[in-house]
C-alpha cells in the first residue's frame, strides 16, 4: 500500500473486476469483442474487386477507432475512446506506422462521427456531437488548435451539420445541413461553405438524409441515403457539386438501418460503403462502379463494420470492425501475482 504501481498484465481491453478470494486470485468479466483497425489490401481482376485484411498493431488495443490517412498516406489518424466507467475522454491519435511513433490530442465531444484530412495535411476535420449540438470543426496537426467550420448554438431538435467532406483544394467544405429537425416541414439540403469568404450556399435539396463524400476530382459528392421510408432499401446516388444532372447508381437491400459514409477510390472508378446484406451474420465493404450497377464485396465476412478510410495509393482500405469471430463475455481469473506476506521472499 505505501510502495510503487507494478505493472502486472498490459492491454487487457475493457474488464469488470468482480473480487478477490481469500488466497490472492482476481476475478474479472472481460467483455472479448473489442473494436479494432484493420487494413484491407485491394486485388483487382478484371472488373472485379477483392480483398484481404489485417489487423494494425495498436497500443491500447480495443480502444481505437474511425482511421483515416494522411494525403501522402504516410499518417494514419483515429480516435482512442477511454475505458467506459472510468471517464469519457477520448483523443485524436496520429500515428506513423513506418516510425511508430504517435501523437494525441485531447478531445472534448460527446461522440466523434468522422475524420478527414485537409488536402495538404495541415489540419484534420472532426465532426459529431457535443453535448447538445453537432459540431464540425478542424483541429491544426501542430498545435491541436481547433476552430469550428460550421458553429451553432442550436439544440440538434432545431438544427445539425453532418457528414462534412473537403474539396480538393482545401478551400470548400461540404456538409449535410438539417434546420427544423423535429417539424414536419423540416428543411434538409447540402450546402458548401467558402472557407476564405465565410460564406455558404446551397448545392441540392434532399429529401432523405445522407451521408456524403466528394470525388476526388471535386466535381461529384457520392450521396448514401434511405428510400423515404424504408428502411432497409438503400440508394446510392451522384449529385454534382457545380452544374448537371442528379444520376442514381444503384438502389439495394441492407440489412444496416443507420446509413454510413461512402468514399471514392483514388482514381474515382469505384465508391466504397459498409455494408450487411438481410439475413447474414458478416459485414463487408461494397463497392459500385460509377457507371453504376449492382453493389459488389470485397469479401472480408467480419462482424460489424464502419468507418473506412481509403489509402491515397488506391491499394488499401483502413476500417474499424470487431474482426471475423465473435466472443461472448467471459469471466477470468489471475493468479500467483502478489507479492509474498513476508518480506524479501519476493513474488510466488
Known amino acids: 500500500a505505501g510502495g510503487e504501481p507494478e505493472l502486472i498484465q498490459k492491454d487487457v481491453g475493457e474488464i469488470s473486476p468482480l473480487g478477490f478470494t481469500r488466497d490472492g486470485a482476481f476475478f474479472y468479466g472481460h467483455g472479448k469483442d473489442m473494436q479494432k483497425i484493420y487494413v484491407a489490401t485491394i486485388e483487382r481482376k478484371a472488373e472485379a474487386l477483392s480483398a484481404t485484411y489485417q489487423k494494425m498493431e495498436l497500443p491500447y488495443e480495443g480502444r481505437n477507432h474511425t482511421a483515416e490517412y494522411s494525403p501522402d498516406g504516410k499518417r494514419l489518424a483515429f480516435v482512442r475512446?477511454?475505458?467506459?466507467?472510468?471517464?469519457?475522454?477520448?483523443?485524436?491519435?496520429?500515428?506513423?506506422?513506418?516510425?511508430?511513433?504517435?501523437?494525441?490530442?485531447?478531445?472534448?465531444?460527446?461522440?466523434?462521427?468522422t475524420l478527414h484530412w485537409a488536402p495538404d495535411g495541415s489540419s484534420i476535420m472532426i465532426s459529431g456531437f457535443d453535448e447538445k449540438r453537432t459540431y464540425v470543426a478542424r483541429m491544426d496537426t501542430r498545435t491541436g488548435d481547433l476552430q469550428e467550420i460550421f458553429p451553432t448554438d442550436k439544440d440538434v431538435r432545431e438544427e445539425m451539420y453532418l457528414s462534412p467532406a473537403w474539396s480538393p483544394d482545401g478551400q470548400t467544405v461540404y456538409c449535410v445541413h438539417i434546420a427544423q429537425v423535429m417539424k414536419a416541414e423540416r428543411q434538409?439540403?447540402?450546402?458548401?461553405?467558402?472557407?476564405?469568404?465565410?460564406?455558404?450556399?446551397?448545392?441540392?435539396?434532399?429529401?432523405?438524409?445522407?451521408?456524403?463524400?466528394?470525388?476526388?476530382?471535386?466535381?461529384?459528392?457520392?450521396?448514401?441515403?434511405?428510400?423515404?421510408?424504408?428502411?432497409?432499401?438503400?440508394?446510392?446516388?451522384?449529385?454534382p457539386t457545380k452544374n448537371g444532372d442528379v444520376r442514381e447508381l444503384c438502389r439495394f437491400a441492407s440489412a444496416s438501418k443507420s446509413v454510413l459514409e461512402p468514399r471514392w477510390s483514388a482514381d474515382g472508378r469505384y465508391i466504397f460503403f459498409p455494408g450487411r446484406h438481410e439475413g447474414e451474420e458478416t459485414w463487408d465493404i461494397w463497392y459500385v462502379p460509377i457507371e453504376g450497377g449492382d453493389p459488389g464485396k470485397l469479401g472480408l465476412a467480419v462482424h460489424r463494420l464502419w468507418s473506412i478510410g481509403p489509402h491515397p495509393d488506391g491499394s488499401r482500405i483502413a476500417f474499424t470492425s470487431f474482426g471475423p469471430t465473435l466472443h461472448g463475455p467471459e469471466v477470468w481469473v489471475m493468479e500467483n501475482f502478489l507479492p509474498s506476506a513476508n518480506p524479501g521472499e519476493g513474488h510466488k
Not at 196 to 209: A, E, F, I, P
Open 81 to 113: 475512446q477511454a475505458v467506459r466507467r472510468m471517464d469519457g475522454s477520448k483523443y485524436l491519435c496520429i500515428f506513423s506506422p513506418e516510425t511508430g511513433e504517435e501523437k494525441t490530442f485531447a478531445l472534448e465531444i460527446t461522440r466523434v462521427n
Open 188 to 239: 434538409l439540403s447540402i450546402v458548401a461553405k467558402d472557407l476564405s469568404t465565410g460564406q455558404t450556399r446551397n448545392v441540392h435539396k434532399m429529401d432523405n438524409l445522407p451521408t456524403i463524400s466528394i470525388s476526388p476530382d471535386g466535381e461529384w459528392l457520392a450521396a448514401l441515403e434511405q428510400a423515404g421510408n424504408e428502411v432497409i432499401v438503400k440508394v446510392l446516388k451522384v449529385i
